[in-house]
């Protein structure tokens, strides 16, 4: 899934990035209005993500451009004046949801996993499966980006979802990191060695009943990890 | 906007100008007719005094004709008749074939009236006149009289005068006699000579004009007219002048500069309007500059701290510092937040929509939760409402002020409940500590910009003295209600929205 974020502060902008690109999306940025319409055409997001104060065209410009031609594609500012009338005016124009600086890193996350959740339901984004199945005690349905386990509800990630899918589907198989960095994160990507062991070890905090005694994804030691 | 100020701007030029060129119309129609009036009544007056003179005339005349005997006078009379009571002619210039015979008639209605008269003890009602064959004469109280012939545009005129009971002597006169004597008369002084005054007789034929005005050249209509006294009444007098006022300079003037000043005024407010829609302009977009310019680096400050914190998940040490900027990052968006509703105040309205309200509270609870576990409160919530047409935002700020000013003021409790529910109809939420409680002294300030408890009280406590008094502001902006109760157990507050 693709994700257009333009935002004209380099850091914010850089920090998106990694939000967006740990939870498993593919990210593309804009610097300004401009370039985030030109990169809309070129790259064909999934959804955008954009902040209202930008140089050249504002996020409104960009959202009233884009509505023109898709009236469904999820749109969500990042805004800075929060006040009602700005909110109230983000979603007349067509904004799925507004997000009001300063934010925090899980704030993001929630409103872009509850709008990428929308999205799959409503099938306005192709998923890469939508049939639930089961690791273990839990049940795993990647269009409600949701497991279950004991009627208790846990929330995952796009990427979460497909790590766990791929030990599903090589459940018995050692799966070592260069297929979990190829199936779960592309194979354009190259992310620090450091950064597979990270994502299963914040995995098994929320899936593992005892994340430092792992019953679901063990590690195999000098090759990767297995799921039994 | 641009439209906008235009319609305003045509409102205060349009309407002015039309009201007061309407009472501007009014008033000088009014007033000129007043003055038309006014002014017609000066003119009467004038005609009036020929009118008066010309009296004398007749009245010189009459006597004069009392004088006359069968003989008559050629310059003053066509024919002198004498009639006994029945009636009968008994002596004329002329050749008694030529007497008229209502001139006969005439005579017999006088005697009939005058005998009437005589025996009449009753105060009937005056006969003013008697009319024979369109011959009308004075009542015959007094033994002569004018009479004239009616119908007729020419002046036609009869004296006549009782010699006894028994003989009267009617005149057949000359008006041309009349006429001249009037036309003799010198013109009133008061009547400007460049004036014109008409004597026209019942076809409105000049008879004569005195003054310079010429009235037939110029087709001038007159400005005042009186008729001539009786007999001669079918003759009038009129009055042609250039020199007819209109309304006052005076007047003029005061209406032009109350409708100057009307201008004015409106001008101004309307430049005082735009000045203040600057100015609001100004420091809405002040505030939203500085809004977005703190705002970033926070952004920045806790979406890095957040990074940070799930790369070094495993360091609790630098975990628990990073979490304490994290916490002071959010405190420094809340305090700028109520920085900014405060400098905003003026453009808050309420916009009240369904909202999820047990949910939206929680959520502010939550993000409260670290430092209240870490503080050791013991939290208790009961969510009754559920759903509920509020102010979202605002009804959030409520929420993190009260819940903020518990954890700061009040963490000596330890305890912090928060509960929702509707009675009446209304959202009730109630957010209660356990703490030193609020002085009574200091209950009624509390509300007030820039006031914080005592000095003891508040010792090593940050804020800006905005927490409560935007509380009470944003619940009274919704209409709501605020409820303080305190003791030294503790402290309440309860909204009702």
Redesign the interface.
């Given at each position: 899934m693709k994700i257009l974020v333009a935002e004209d502060?380099e850091?914010?902008r850089n920090?998106?990035y990694?939000?967006f690109d740990?939870e498993g999306y593919d990210v593309v940025t804009a610097i300004n209005g401009a370039e985030a319409l030109k990169q809309y055409k070129a790259e064909k997001p999934d959804m955008l993500c954009l902040d209202v104060?930008m140089p050249e065209a504002s996020g409104f410009d960009v959202c009233r451009e884009i509505r023109k031609s898709d009236a469904n594609i999820p749109i969500i500012f990042l805004t800075?004046?929060?006040?009602?009338i700005d909110?109230?005016m983000g979603l007349e124009i067509g904004a799925d949801d507004y997000i009001v600086?300063?934010?925090?890193?899980?704030e993001?996350i929630a409103r872009v996993r509850a709008i990428t959740r929308r999205a799959l339901q409503n099938k306005s984004v192709p998923a890469s499966s939508d049939e639930s199945f089961i690791v273990e005690k839990l049940e795993i349905d990647p269009s409600e980006l949701k497991a279950r386990r004991d009627g208790q509800e846990i929330d995952l990630s796009l990427r979460e979802v497909k790590i766990l899918k791929l030990f599903h589907d090589y459940k018995g198989k050692v799966v070592d990191r260069d297929t979990l960095l190829d199936h779960c994160w592309g194979e354009h990507v190259m992310p620090e060695s450091r950064t597979v062991d990270?994502h299963i070890?914040?995995l098994r905090k929320k899936i593992e009943a005892d994340p430092k005694n792992p019953e679901i994804i063990k590690t195999v030691h000098n090759a990767g990890y297995r799921y039994e | 906007m641009k439209y906008h100020l235009i319609f305003i701007l045509l409102f205060i030029v349009v309407v002015p100008v039309w009201t007061i060129s309407l009472i501007w119309n009014t008033m000088v129609e009014n007033e000129n007719d007043a003055v038309r009036y006014r002014f017609g009544l000066v003119l009467e007056e004038r005609l009036e005094k020929i009118s008066e003179q010309s009296l004398g005339i007749l009245n010189e005349t009459a006597e004069e004709l009392k004088k006359i005997d069968k003989q008559g006078r050629d310059d003053l009379v066509n024919d002198v008749l004498f009639f006994d009571s029945s009636g009968q002619f008994s002596q004329t210039r002329a050749a008694p074939n030529n007497i008229r015979p209502e001139s006969a008639l005439f005579a017999q209605q006088l005697f009939k009236d005058r005998l009437q008269k005589r025996d009449a003890k009753t105060d009937e009602a005056p006969r003013m006149g008697s009319i024979i064959n369109g011959n009308v004469s004075l009542i015959t109280e007094s033994d002569y009289g004018w009479a004239q012939k009616m119908g007729s545009p020419d002046l036609d005129l009869w004296f006549w005068h009782f010699l006894d009971d028994d003989e009267i002597k009617i005149i057949d006169v000359k008006t041309e006699y009349l006429i001249e004597k009037i036309s003799a008369l010198p013109l009133p002084v008061d009547i400007n000579p460049y004036d014109g005054v008409v004597l026209a007789d019942g076809k409105e034929r000049l008879v004569h004009l005195w003054g310079a005005q010429k009235p037939v050249e110029n087709n001038a209509t007159p400005r005042a007219s009186v008729s001539m006294p009786f007999p001669m009444n079918t003759m009038q007098l009129y009055y042609f002048t250039d020199n007819f006022p209109t309304i006052n300079l005076k007047f003029r003037i005061l209406i032009l500069s109350v409708a100057c000043s009307l201008c004015i005024m409106g001008g101004y407010f309307f430049w005082e309007h735009m000045r203040s829609l600057d100015a609001t302009m100004q420091k809405v977009s002040f505030v939203n500059q500085v809004s977005h310019e703190l705002k970033t680096p926070l952004t920045n400050i806790r979406m890095y701290v957040d990074l940070l914190k799930s790369s070094l998940s495993d360091d609790v040490a630098s975990t628990k510092k990073l979490e304490i900027i994290d916490h002071e990052a959010i405190r420094l968006s809340r305090l700028i937040n109520n920085v900014l509703t405060f400098s905003n105040q003026k453009n808050l309205q309420p916009n009240p929509a369904p909202c999820d309200v047990d949910v939206a509270v929680n959520r502010i609870l939550e993000s409260f939760l670290p430092q209240l576990e870490s503080q050791g409160f013991k939290i208790e919530t009961d969510y009754k409402v559920g759903t509920y047409i509020v102010d979202q935002e605002m009804l959030a700020q409520i929420a993190i002020n009260l819940i903020s000013n518990a954890q700061k003021y009040a963490s000596s409790g330890k305890y912090l409940g928060i509960q929702t529910f509707i009675e009446d109809e209304k959202l009730h939420l109630k957010i209660s500590d356990k703490g030193p409680g609020i002085a009574e002294k200091l209950q009624e300030n509390i509300f007030k910009p820039f006031v914080r408890g005592d000095d003891k009280a508040t010792e090593g406590v940050s804020g800006t003295g905005l927490g409560l008094y935007l509380v009470k502001d944003l619940t009274e902006r919704q209409h709501g209600e605020l409820i303080l109760n305190s003791d030294k157990n503790g402290t309440t507050f309860e909204v009702i929205l």
């Open positions: 502060d850091n914010i920090g998106l990694e939000i740990n104060m800075a004046k929060g006040q009602e909110k109230v600086k300063p934010f925090g890193v899980h993001v990270q070890a914040a | -």
